[in-house]
C-alpha cells in the first residue's frame, strides 16, 4: 500500500490555513479594535503587541496558496476563478493594513491620523472579504467540466456576508484577548469590558452558522444529525458551549493568558466543525482531494521540499514569538 500524497497535502494545507488564521487573525483584530481604544499612547502599544511578528503571521497564507497551486490544480484554478473579487479585495486590504504598520510610527502627529484609518480599514477589509470568501466556499461551487461554471459575482449571498461579519467578531476577539495576554494598565481594563460583549456575538454567530449550514445544505445536515454521526460529533458542540462558559468566566476573574488560549480552543473547534461538514471535498459540494489532485510524483516532489522548510518555518515563528514575549508597555517596551 502507497502512501496517500493527497491526504498528506491535505492535512498540510489544513495546518497552514489554521496556522495563517490564528496567526494573522489577532492582529487583524487589534486593527478591528482601533476605534474602541482613543488614546495614541494605548493604540502604540497595540501595535507594537505585534510589530515584530506580524509579517512572518502571513508566511502561513503564502504556504497554503502556494501548496494549493502545486498539490491541488483543479483546485486552485475553480477556487480563485469563483473567488477572484473577494480574494483581491482581501489582499488589498492586508496591503493597506501593511503599508499603515511601516509608515504609522514615521508619520508626523498630525498626519498619524490617516494611517490609523488605513489600519483600521484595511483590517475590517481584509477580514470581511476573508469570511465571505469562506461563506460562499462552504456554499459550494459550481463546475462543470473541470471549470468554474459560475458567475463573477455568484459569491455574494446573505451567507457569505453573514460569514463576513462573523469572521470580524472572531478576529475582534482574537484581537482583545491577545492585548489582555501583552498589555496591562487600563488598556488591558478596556480589553476586558470589550471582550464579554464580543463572547456573545460570536457564540450568536456560531449558532446561526451552526443552523443555516445544514439548513440549506441536505448533505451537511445528513453528515451531521445521521447516527452514529451525530453521537461522534456531539463533543464539538458542547466543546464550545465549555470553552465559552470558561472563557466568560476566565476574563470575569480578570486572568491573562487563559482568556487567549480559550479563544484559540474555540477557533480550533469551528475549524473542526467546518472540516467535518466538508471532508473530503476541496471544491465543495462534491469534488474531494483525490478528485483534485495533481500526479503522485508532483505531490511528491514537491513534498520533500516541504517536508524540509517546514521545521525551518515552525523553529522561526516559535523563536521570533518566544523573543517578544511577555507583556508591552508605553514606557518600556518588551519586558
Known amino acids: ?68 497551486f502545486g498539490a491541488f490544480p483543479l483546485a486552485y484554478s475553480v ?44 483590517s475590517l477589509a481584509a477580514t470581511f472579504f476573508q469570511g465571505v470568501a469562506l461563506g460562499a466556499f462552504i456554499d459550494g461551487i459550481p463546475v462543470v467540466e473541470r471549470h468554474y461554471a459560475g458567475g463573477a459575482l455568484a459569491w455574494l ?16 476577539l482574537l484581537g482583545s484577548t491577545w492585548l489582555i495576554m501583552k498589555t496591562e494598565g487600563p488598556l488591558q481594563a478596556r480589553m476586558y469590558q470589550v471582550t464579554k460583549p464580543l463572547i456573545l456575538v460570536l457564540l450568536a454567530v456560531v449558532g446561526v452558522v451552526s443552523l443555516w449550514t445544514p439548513l440549506a445544505h441536505g448533505d451537511i445536515a445528513q453528515r451531521w444529525f445521521s447516527t452514529p454521526n451525530l453521537f461522534w460529533f456531539l463533543p464539538v458542540p458542547l466543546l464550545v458551549l465549555a470553552t465559552v462558559a470558561g472563557l466568560w468566566w476566565a476574563v470575569g476573574r480578570g486572568a491573562n493568558y487563559i482568556p487567549f488560549l480559550l479563544t484559540l480552543l474555540l477557533i480550533f473547534l469551528g475549524y473542526s466543525g467546518l472540516g467535518i461538514s466538508l471532508w473530503p471535498n ?24 516541504t517536508l524540509f522548510i517546514l521545521p525551518f518555518i515552525l523553529g522561526y515563528t516559535f523563536w521570533s514569538y518566544y523573543v517578544f514575549r511577555g507583556k508591552v508597555t508605553a514606557e518600556d517596551g518588551y519586558h
Open 157 to 172: 449571498t446573505p451567507f457569505s456576508l453573514f460569514c463576513g461579519l462573523g469572521l470580524i467578531a472572531a478576529y475582534a
Open 282 to 305: 476541496i471544491i465543495p459540494p462534491a469534488i474531494s482531494i483525490w478528485d483534485a489532485a495533481s500526479p503522485p510524483q508532483s505531490q511528491s516532489f514537491m513534498l520533500v521540499g
Open 1 to 68: 500500500m502507497g502512501i496517500d500524497t493527497s491526504l498528506i497535502w491535505a492535512i498540510i494545507i489544513i495546518f497552514g490555513v489554521m496556522m495563517y488564521v490564528v496567526m494573522d487573525g489577532f492582529d487583524l483584530g487589534i486593527g478591528i479594535l482601533f476605534p474602541f481604544v482613543k488614546a495614541e499612547q494605548d493604540r502604540d502599544v497595540m501595535m507594537n503587541t505585534v510589530a515584530p511578528v506580524w509579517d512572518g503571521n502571513e508566511t502561513w497564507l503564502v504556504l497554503g496558496g502556494a501548496a494549493l
Open 79 to 122: 477556487v480563485l476563478s469563483a473567488l477572484y473579487l473577494p480574494l483581491i479585495f482581501m489582499l488589498m486590504g492586508l496591503i493597506f493594513r501593511g503599508v499603515a504598520f511601516e509608515f504609522r510610527f514615521k508619520a508626523r502627529e498630525n498626519k498619524r491620523h490617516i494611517w490609523d484609518k488605513a489600519f483600521i480599514g484595511g
